[in-house]
């Protein structure tokens, strides 16, 4: 039993899944990846809990108040401008993976930065809804390496 909680936040537009630019996204709704990942944890017997926010102050107010052992972030279009959510990050020290369901890289050249890959564990971006479940994979390996 690994009594591991991971909190999952997606960012603006992410709600918007399954209708959004499905050429980029895919065609699973934000629910299809939440239910994907909750089955995941299940069966590596980690909690899994889900947030999504439109609004940067709120993802910063959750990011703050944290209650999990570590975090997975697709902090959407705030990926590339966010200073609060760096900063929140920066506060909290949890450790994290961003993920993103694009390549990010082969898209438009304003997508190619991110306000805080370098404070990440890792970052994963191009599998779609798989991203997430492939972050949450990482993330079980690497705390239950260190808590072993
Ligand atoms: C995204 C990529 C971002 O550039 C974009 O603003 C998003 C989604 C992704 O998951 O591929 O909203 O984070």
């Known amino acids: 039993m690994s009594n591991l909680h991971i909190q999952i936040i997606h960012g603006p537009n992410l709600n918007m899944l399954g209708t959004r630019e499905p050429g980029h996204y895919g065609s699973q709704t934000l629910i299809d990846i939440d ?37 997975i972030i697709n902090p959407a279009a705030y990926t590339h401008t966010s200073v609060a959510i760096r900063d929140a990050l920066l506060a909290v020290k949890v450790p994290f993976v961003e993920v993103h ?10 997508r190619h930065k991110s306000m805080m890959v370098d404070m990440a564990m890792g970052v994963i971006a191009g599998f779609g809804a798989q991203s997430y479940n492939l972050a949450l994979r990482g993330l079980h390996h690497y705390l239950t390496q260190s808590k072993s």
Do not use: P, Y
Not at 51 to 64: A, L, M
Not at 101 to 110: A, Q, T
């Open 35 to 71: 239910e994907s990942i909750i089955q995941l944890g299940d069966e590596l017997n980690v909690q899994i809990t889900s947030f999504q926010s439109n609004h940067e102050g709120e993802i910063v107010d959750k990011i703050q108040h944290l209650d999990a052992d570590a975090l």
């Open 101 to 110: 369901l694009s390549n990010i890289h082969k898209r438009e050249e304003f």
